[in-house]
């Protein structure tokens, strides 16, 4: 009985999706707004990547917002984590001398590639989010390959908190310079497809980079902790 | 071209119906990392490599690392 009914309930949900996507014309003319990115977008931001110049020029403020809901989860995550009572540490079994070193040879080329892809961010494809993505995946490679190295958390916490405020500063200071609206971007905006160019955008992808990075390394270190 | 991207559906699918079939959590997590994977390289094909990017180190490496943390400490054999 639960079997049909939940086969019924697909075939609607599917059917339902079938005909949104029907009605979405594949290689038709871009919007208004989305021809003035193409068209525009380089000269108004001085970024390379025009997803980048959506991302945080246009649409700075929902990144905002995006970058909130990643630290409430975090919090969120930590503060289930904290009612717990702490266990008695086990005693790890230390790693092989091959995955140590494989690990500790790996962990800072992991860490140049996730800062490359968001210092970069502006010219080529990626940003804050993808490379915070990588370094915390850096994090997680020693957490698995060498069990004896723990970041610590008050460093974590520390890193996270100066980028947010990193972001909101800058974002602050191109209303106080601007006088038009938050995330303004204030700074020469430079060459096109230099490396410093495009005004605000590299120096807010970096405090992202080191923000996801920082808030996913340590969801990975409480649930580690735990287990 | 438009060959590749249909293998590339077929095994995503396959792979998606294997991660809700499998009794055993962790071929399951295994399959769904396998889901991300494909999904991200189909993202690249449709020119968006931002969304790849993201797509590969999250949904591929972090989610699985997070699904396995919790597989861990819970029971591995679905009842």
């Known amino acids: 009985m639960r079997k049909i009914v939940s086969l019924i309930l697909l075939a609607i949900v599917a059917l339902g999706i079938a005909l949104c996507v029907m009605n979405i014309p594949f290689g038709a003319p871009k919007t208004k707004v989305g021809n003035h990115y193409i068209n525009k977008g380089r000269e108004e931001t001085g970024a390379a990547n025009i997803v980048t110049s959506v991302v945080l020029n246009y649409r700075g403020f929902d990144t905002l917002g995006e970058v909130t809901v990643l630290f409430i989860a975090a919090v969120g995550l930590s503060a289930v984590l904290a009612t717990r009572k702490k266990k008695v540490e086990k005693e790890i079994e230390p790693s092989s001398m091959i995955l140590n070193t494989g690990c500790r040879f790996l962990f800072p080329l992991i860490l140049f590639f996730g800062a490359y892809i968001f210092v970069h961010g502006h010219l080529t494809p990626g940003g804050g989010f993808q490379g915070g993505a990588i370094i915390a995946s850096a994090f997680l490679l020693t957490y698995l390959g060498c069990r004896g190295r723990r970041v610590s958390e008050r460093r974590i916490k520390v890193t996270e908190s100066l980028s947010g405020l990193v972001f909101i500063v800058v974002g602050l200071l191109g209303l106080a310079v601007g006088g038009q609206y938050f995330l303004n971007n204030f700074l020469p905006k430079g060459i096109l497809l230099s490396l410093f160019s495009a005004g605000i955008i590299p120096i807010i992808y970096i405090a992202i980079g080191f923000k996801v990075g920082s808030e996913i390394a340590g969801i990975i270190d409480k649930l580690m902790e735990e287990s | ?79």
Not at chain 2, 44 to 64: C, K, S, W
């Open chain 2, 1 to 79: 071209m438009i060959f590749i991207v249909i293998i590339f559906v077929v095994m995503m699918l396959a792979a998606a119906i294997a991660a809700s079939i499998f009794k055993d959590l962790m071929s399951a997590v295994i399959a769904s990392c396998l889901v991300s994977l494909i999904a991200s390289i189909l993202f690249y094909f449709l020119q968006a490599p931002d969304v790849a990017m993201a797509e590969a180190a999250i949904g591929a490496a972090l989610v699985t690392a997070i699904f396995i943390i919790a597989i861990r400490r819970t029971k591995r054999h679905e009842e």
